[in-house]
């Protein structure tokens, strides 16, 4: 894939960044040319959150503002309040019953319930270092440059010229953020105990092509009383006069210019959006360019980042780095990332065979894989790119009809007939044994069905198989897979308890307790059955219930299961989003809100945002993934907009406050396979106002949701001036496809 346009010197419009260019109370830092342009930057230097401003000689105008959290734990009670170690043994999900006790969760507890992660950094055994807590880096290179608390990377130190940085000592009071709210510039500002602070900010050069190597820029302030008192510049390396020397101010803000302009250029394509709370889209943006660069080329698939774990290549061809950005790429609207994701995996991971290049493949993720490449046919209509995978994918679908017909084999009386037995994880391949986890896990069934259903909706277009017979399969093994789930109930617990696979009496954490369980990473397949979608509604229900009552979630995100110990619970951040989804799809909405606010405080760094793989409820960083990074976009995507057997759903998990909070709520161009949909909506003092627009092909039913404050209740909502039904807190719009002026009223 070429390199954006910014980054071959070329201009591209950062639609991203406003364009204020009004100077009152700015202060002017510097002045360059770039591409016979001459530029003046500014900046707000009244806070350490005052943007930096640049203003051509032409009227252009380019605002980067900054955004602050604490990198360090809030004064008061931790764990609202709560022991640790009952809050780790207990089966039930403490701290969310708590969270969810009034309803709808309040963000801001949320982020209180647990220390953020990276505020309980250790030192090593000299005690002068600490982990990394975030990465730069561009599309081009292939690898990325880690920055750690205090600002270094690991060829430039700011503590040359402030000494007192040294060790990081100071870095556990600090703050971080991304430069414009969603750019991969780290900012940091580091409390001095004498007064006063730093204040780093530090960027990948995006002009510099080499191969592997990540150069970067770096910005270092010491303030004190509200004054810079001393401010350096540095360009990647320590100063070697008098053939290198650190860079002027000019420089730099070139530097950071042309990084502005081609990271929106990278981002251009990225479906608007506008909240109440800017920080989501922000999320969202942050998210995508956090995936360019750790992606070699902005394609390659690399599941970690920086040290061998996990970016070796053994771990190229894991199933969830393609599953997850595939799916992230297509709810956003990047459809070439999409095409490049699609294209790269299939034909450098997946064998003729439908095998896929890597150590365990997971059975499960072949069925996702399908479903997958089905929605990429529905939403960006690109049939000679699916028909080029058909081979493959007609593979793959019988590589999981093979270990059906297996199944069937066994006999009826069998717990485990019928259903698709295999590693549903890909860590068990690394055991001396991992026939312990080759079983028929519920998961690898309910995504085959879920896989052949969705294959067989397009393979007569693209040639991979007969749709009759694929759903004929996936009808027969979804009935033995519900037949099942409903024989394997244990109704004397309390909730049910239904486990990962059949005929095991004992619950997971106990079979955990007694060591090396066929039952591991039960995590992984509750998440992956709800994903699905393959159940009826009430055994949905149980498998969710399941998981909160008997040790199965942390914060109301789905947790790393393993043995219970009184120092620790921990969040699954990378596959638990198939949790969340079927959430949403109960309408179980105020724990769809707690997953979207305990993913975000408690699974990422704070203003950094490092996504953890697994992330612990004590402050410690976890090691990155990018699939959990890609968590956050498909979260705020399907509050907005999100598909479902019913039809469309528009808003349908919102917090209270939103729409009537006076601040716009909207998504312009959001990609349904019934074609692209536009919802704009703001309100307050008892109307809601606004718009939808359903362009293309018509969804079989759409609904609107206008979630209120607690108290308050809808009176009245019309389309185009006509009355519409009020079904609680939610409408059906009468017109399938056009645009609809939308006013509601409520009182209280």
Not at 276 to 291: I, Q
Not at 567 to 578: A, E, K, P, T, V
Not at 696 to 719: F, H, I, Q, S
Request: proline share 7%.
């Amino acid at each position: 894939m070429a390199l954006p346009a910014a980054a071959q010197g070329q201009t591209a419009a950062p639609r991203q960044f406003a364009s204020d260019s009004a100077t009152t109370g700015f202060v002017r830092v510097a002045r360059f040319d770039d591409g016979g342009t001459g530029w003046t930057v500014w900046e707000d230097r009244r806070s350490p959150e005052g943007a930096i401003r640049f203003v051509s000689a032409t009227g252009e105008a380019i605002t980067l503002a900054k955004r602050l959290e604490a990198a360090y734990a809030d004064d008061g009670p931790a764990y609202l309040g709560m022991d640790l170690a009952t809050i780790a043994m207990a089966d039930a999900d403490l701290l969310a019953e708590a969270l969810l006790a009034k309803g709808d969760p309040d963000p801001e507890q949320v982020r209180r319930a647990a220390p953020p992660l990276a505020s309980a950094l250790k030192m090593d055994e000299f005690g002068t270092r600490m982990p990394w807590t975030g990465f730069v880096g561009t599309r081009q290179a292939g690898d990325t440059m880690p920055i750690f608390p205090n600002g270094r990377s690991r060829t430039y130190r700011p503590e040359h010229d402030f000494p007192p940085l040294t060790g990081d000592r100071l870095a556990p009071r600090r703050k971080e953020g991304m430069l414009g709210g969603w750019l991969p510039a780290i900012h940091k500002v580091i409390e001095r105990p004498e007064g006063g602070h730093y204040d780093l900010l530090c960027f990948a050069d995006v002009d510099y092509q080499g191969r592997f190597y990540v150069h970067t820029w770096h910005r270092t302030q010491q303030i004190e009383n509200g004054r810079i008192v001393k401010e350096t510049f540095g360009d990647s390396h320590a100063d070697f006069a008098p053939r290198r020397v650190d860079p002027a101010a000019d420089a730099y803000y070139r530097a950071l210019l042309r990084f502005a302009r081609y990271w929106a250029a990278e981002l251009d394509d990225l479906v608007p959006v506008t909240l109440p709370d800017p920080s989501w889209g922000d999320m969202v943006a942050h998210a995508f360019a956090k995936e360019i660069i750790v992606r070699p080329g902005g394609v390659y698939p690399k599941y970690g980042v920086v040290d061998r774990d996990y970016y070796g290549s053994e771990y190229d061809g894991f199933q969830d780095t393609f599953t997850s950005s595939l799916s992230a790429n297509l709810e956003w609207g990047r459809f070439a990332q999409a095409r490049a994701v699609l294209d790269q995996f299939f034909d450098e991971f997946v064998a003729n065979d439908g095998m896929v290049d890597m150590r365990g493949p997971q059975v499960g993720q072949f069925g996702l894989t399908l479903s997958l490449v089905a929605r990429y046919l529905h939403l960006t209509g690109d049939e000679a790119t699916v028909r080029r995978h058909a081979p493959k994918l007609r593979e793959t679908a019988a590589l999981l009809a093979e270990l059906h017909d297996i199944a069937l084999k066994l006999p009826a009386s069998d717990p485990e007939h019928g259903l698709i037995a295999g590693w549903n994880e890909s860590d068990a391949c690394l055991f001396p044994d991992p026939s312990l986890w080759w079983k028929p896990y519920y998961a690898n069934s309910a995504f085959a069905v879920r896989g052949w259903r969705d294959l067989a909706e397009i393979a007569d277009r693209i040639g991979a198989g007969d749709p009759a017979a694929l759903s004929a399969r996936a009808d027969r093994l979804n009935q033995r897979l519900i037949e099942s789930l409903r024989a394997n109930i244990r109704r004397d617990l309390s909730p049910p308890y239904v486990g990962p696979l059949p005929g095991r009496k004992d619950t997971f954490r106990e079979a955990l307790a007694k060591g090396q369980s066929e039952q591991g990473w039960p995590h992984r397949v509750y998440a992956e059955l709800l994903h699905a979608d393959v159940l009826p509604a009430d055994l949905a229900h149980l498998v969710i219930d399941c998981l909160k009552g008997h040790g199965g979630t942390t914060l109301g995100v789905v947790a790393n299961i393993t043995r219970a110990r009184p120092g620790g619970r921990d969040i699954l951040g990378f596959i638990s989003y198939g949790y969340a989804m079927q959430l949403l799809r109960l309408d179980r909405i105020s724990e769809y809100l707690l997953f979207l606010y305990s993913h975000r405080y408690h699974n990422h760094t704070p203003g950094g945002w490092v996504a953890g793989e697994v992330s612990g409820i004590t402050g410690m960083m976890p090691i990155f993934c990018i699939p959990a990074q890609l968590t956050i976009p498909k979260l705020v995507r399907w509050m907005l907009v999100f598909e479902d057997g019913d039809g469309l759903h528009l808003l349908r998990a919102t917090p209270r406050d939103w729409l009537t909070s006076g601040k716009p709520v909207a998504i312009i161009g959001a990609p349904t396979r019934w074609g692209k949909v536009d919802v704009r909506m703001t309100g307050g003092s008892g109307l809601i106002e606004g718009e939808v627009v359903l362009h293309n092909a018509a969804a079989p039913a759409t609904w609107l949701t206008l979630r209120l404050p607690k108290g308050a209740k809808l009176t009245e909502v019309t389309a185009n001036g006509a009355p519409l039904k009020v079904e609680g807190e939610k409408v059906r719009l009468l017109r399938a496809s056009g645009r609809m002026t939308i006013a509601a009223r409520y009182t209280g």
